[in-house]
């Protein structure tokens, strides 16, 4: 079923009885040539790329829970090209392209919203590191513009300018970032490999991963054992876990990140805005809440809610940073269990496993990545041959210590990043 106003008026004037479900309820098969373990965004953005690029579409998307439940219906929904170490730099340039054609792809409205991302900058040192991270911007082609304070307060004039601990020199503008609804991707992708005969298999949780002389033969699940030809684990915040079925110990550490939104209110922010002396980025969603977050809650946990310490610190960053939040209530909060790598890159690559392959270390920032993530992995998974934008994603780095990309310059340790 495609779905146009023309589908929304017609199927208005009937009732709207006439919807059909958006992707069958597949029983599991005994063997598929494939089989995802995870159907978060980058699970099914995988088996939408493995049938769309590579005709592969004897695919199974195992899923514990149900589609869109886990860390891809629970982000602040932030999008965006603006990194700068090579290995990085590309391989999200590739995913903001995607995101821009994503709609029109899947014919899915998942509200894509390029309406620019300003990362503030309170020091000369800072707006050197952002001068120079907008000229790497631009050298991948993508687009940033550095801005003076009068040129933020032009945009954001409800920020505090005048406060005098953290003052707002400038910022850098990246005009194509922006937000996109976090669970409508996941709907689009699921629909979108439904139709070229992926099977979504929900409420079906992998409990061990069949090995036979070094390779993958299957897996097994709560609804029945599933044998396939290639494995793949993509399951982010539960990475380690699912990984050890396999006997594989990963450098991946699990922490909780923590999101906020305020009840709705009339628009009043519309850019994704980052404040540079504290983690704390917001934007506005359509309904009218104010979304923000801030830094992940700094103990290893697979709890799925956060503390309040951190609580009080996303609030204070955002009381410096626009004191008129304060009029704002918070009317829910909530957290998921983010995979946060030593180098806060991630991985996309061949396990020691035959036919085991592994895409995990999504770190706090994995949405923005969903397109690229899973046409790598499908590229590799069907040719053998990492993807050029994600060829650096190797999970040996962590053992050999070489190619490590560390982003945000804090250091080989997880919880830092
Ligand atoms: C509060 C918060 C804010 C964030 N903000 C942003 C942001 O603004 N921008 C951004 O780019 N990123 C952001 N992220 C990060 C981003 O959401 C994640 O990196 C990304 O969603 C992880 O990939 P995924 O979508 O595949 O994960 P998930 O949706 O978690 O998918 C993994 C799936 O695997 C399933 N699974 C686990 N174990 C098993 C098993 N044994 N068997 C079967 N299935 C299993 C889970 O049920 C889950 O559905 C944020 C995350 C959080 C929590």
Same mark, same amino acid.
């Given at each position: 079923? @495609?779905?146009?106003?023309?589908?929304? #008026?017609?199927?208005?004037?009937?009732?709207?009885?006439?919807?059909?479900p958006a992707w069958r309820e597949a029983a599991p098969k005994p063997a598929y040539d494939t089989v995802i373990i995870g159907g978060g965004g980058h699970g099914l953005s995988t088996a939408y790329y493995l049938a769309r690029n590579h005709g592969i579409t004897d695919v199974a998307v195992v899923e514990k829970g149900g589609i869109g439940?886990?860390?891809?219906?629970?982000?602040?929904?932030?999008?965006?090209?603006?990194?700068?170490?090579?290995?990085?730099?590309?391989?999200?340039?590739?995913?903001?392209? #995607?995101?821009?054609?994503?709609?029109?792809?899947?014919?899915?409205?998942?509200?894509?919203?390029?309406?620019?991302?300003?990362?503030?900058?309170?020091?000369?040192?800072? @707006?050197?590191?952002?001068?120079?991270?907008?000229?790497?911007?631009?050298?991948?082609?993508?687009?940033?513009? #550095?801005?003076?304070?009068?040129?933020?307060?032009?945009?954001?004039?409800?920020l505090d300018f005048e406060q005098g601990r953290f003052p707002i020199l400038g910022g850098l503008l990246h005009p194509r970032g922006g937000t996109a609804r976090h669970d409508a991707v996941a709907w689009g992708y699921a629909r979108a490999a439904d139709a070229r005969g992926v099977d979504l298999i929900q409420n079906a949780e992998v409990?061990?991963?069949?090995?036979?002389?070094?390779?993958?033969?299957?897996?097994?699940?709560?609804?029945?054992?599933?044998?396939?030809?290639?494995?793949?684990?993509?399951?982010?915040?539960?990475?380690?876990?699912?990984?050890?079925?396999?006997?594989?110990?990963?450098?991946?550490?699990?922490?909780?990140?923590?999101?906020?939104?305020?009840?709705?209110?009339?628009?009043?922010?519309?850019?994704?805005?980052?404040?540079?002396?504290?983690?704390?980025?917001?934007?506005?969603?359509?309904?009218?809440?104010?979304?923000?977050?801030?830094?992940?809650?700094?103990?290893?946990?697979?709890?799925?809610?956060?503390?309040?310490?951190?609580?009080?610190?996303?609030?204070?960053?955002?009381?410096?940073?626009?004191?008129?939040?304060?009029?704002?209530?918070?009317?829910?909060?909530?957290?998921?269990?983010?995979?946060?790598?030593?180098?806060?890159?991630?991985?996309?690559?061949?396990?020691?496993?035959?036919?085991?392959?592994?895409?995990?270390?999504?770190?706090?920032?994995?949405?923005?990545?969903?397109?690229?993530?899973?046409?790598?992995?499908?590229?590799?998974?069907?040719?053998?041959?990492?993807?050029?934008?994600?060829?650096?994603?190797?999970?040996?780095?962590? #053992?050999?210590?070489?190619?490590?990309?560390?982003?945000?310059?804090?250091?080989?340790?997880?919880?830092?990043?």
């Amino acid at each position: 079923m @495609r779905y146009s106003g023309w589908q929304v #008026l017609r199927q208005g004037l009937a009732g709207n009885r006439g919807w059909r479900p958006a992707w069958r309820e597949a029983a599991p098969k005994p063997a598929y040539d494939t089989v995802i373990i995870g159907g978060g965004g980058h699970g099914l953005s995988t088996a939408y790329y493995l049938a769309r690029n590579h005709g592969i579409t004897d695919v199974a998307v195992v899923e514990k829970g149900g589609i869109g439940l886990g860390n891809v219906g629970r982000n602040t929904t932030i999008i965006r090209a603006n990194y700068i170490l090579p290995g990085n730099s590309e391989f999200y340039s590739h995913s903001l392209k #995607l995101w821009e054609g994503l709609e029109r792809e899947l014919n899915y409205n998942a509200m894509v919203s390029q309406r620019g991302l300003v990362n503030l900058f309170h020091s000369d040192g800072q @707006r050197d590191a952002f001068a120079r991270r907008g000229n790497a911007m631009i050298n991948q082609g993508d687009d940033a513009v #550095l801005l003076d304070r009068e040129g933020v307060r032009r945009l954001l004039p409800y920020l505090d300018f005048e406060q005098g601990r953290f003052p707002i020199l400038g910022g850098l503008l990246h005009p194509r970032g922006g937000t996109a609804r976090h669970d409508a991707v996941a709907w689009g992708y699921a629909r979108a490999a439904d139709a070229r005969g992926v099977d979504l298999i929900q409420n079906a949780e992998v409990t061990g991963i069949d090995i036979s002389a070094g390779r993958v033969t299957g897996v097994q699940t709560t609804r029945g054992a599933i044998r396939a030809r290639r494995v793949a684990i993509v399951v982010a915040g539960r990475s380690s876990q699912v990984a050890a079925m396999a006997g594989l110990r990963l450098p991946v550490e699990s922490h909780i990140l923590q999101a906020f939104v305020t009840e709705g209110l009339k628009p009043v922010i519309d850019h994704v805005v980052s404040f540079g002396m504290g983690h704390f980025y917001i934007s506005q969603s359509d309904k009218g809440g104010l979304v923000f977050g801030g830094d992940i809650d700094f103990y290893a946990s697979y709890a799925a809610r956060g503390n309040l310490p951190m609580a009080e610190h996303v609030m204070e960053a955002a009381m410096t940073l626009m004191p008129m939040i304060g009029r704002a209530k918070v009317l829910r909060s909530w957290g998921g269990i983010m995979d946060m790598t030593p180098d806060g890159s991630p991985v996309i690559d061949r396990t020691p496993v035959e036919g085991l392959y592994l895409n995990c270390g999504w770190n706090y920032g994995g949405f923005k990545a969903v397109p690229a993530s899973g046409w790598c992995l499908a590229h590799l998974m069907a040719t053998g041959q990492p993807h050029p934008v994600a060829a650096r994603y190797r999970l040996d780095r962590f #053992l050999t210590g070489r190619g490590l990309m560390d982003e945000e310059g804090t250091g080989s340790q997880h919880n830092l990043h």
